[in-house]
């Protein structure tokens, strides 16, 4: 906010000296006004522009890169999920209906119904997104 204060009354500063030199034309004659006047918008312009640059200010984006979640393999084996179910996890991760999910191992929908059911039971959970949840939490998926 003060910046853009300061800002306006330089603005406002250059326009009263830009009148006050355009009277310089009735002081002395032999120099026109319009002469006066360019002379003056051109440096204010060359003030401006120098000033304008040093205004600036380069952006630093800071990122912070979280350390690689390992995945829990005691917990997975401790829990009974097999290599199978552990894929059908991750694919339920990703949004993928039963059907797609069958479609993408190639097995009927039946057979990936089975397996969500076994992961619910593993996971103690009741709905898909649940059970994504907690093998987040348990770092079971990534």
Known sequence: MLKTVLRF???????????????V?????????????????VILVALGIYLGG???????VKVEVAAPVEIDQERIQNLGISQRELEVLNLI??????QEIGEKLFVSESTIKTHVSNLFV????????????RAKE????V
Request: charged share 20%; net charge positive.
């Open 25 to 41: 034309s009735l002081v002395i004659p032999s120099i026109p006004a319009d002469t006066v006047i360019g002379i003056t918008a």
């Open 54 to 60: 040093n205004i600036k200010k380069e952006k630093v």
């Open 9 to 23: 009354g330089l603005i406002a500063l250059a326009l009263l000296i830009l009148f006050q030199l355009s009277n």
């Open 138 to 141: 348990w770092r079971i998926i």
């Open 122 to 133: 593993k996971l103690d959970v009741k709905r898909r997104t649940q059970a994504v949840t």
């Open 93 to 98: 991760s990703t949004g993928l209906s039963n």
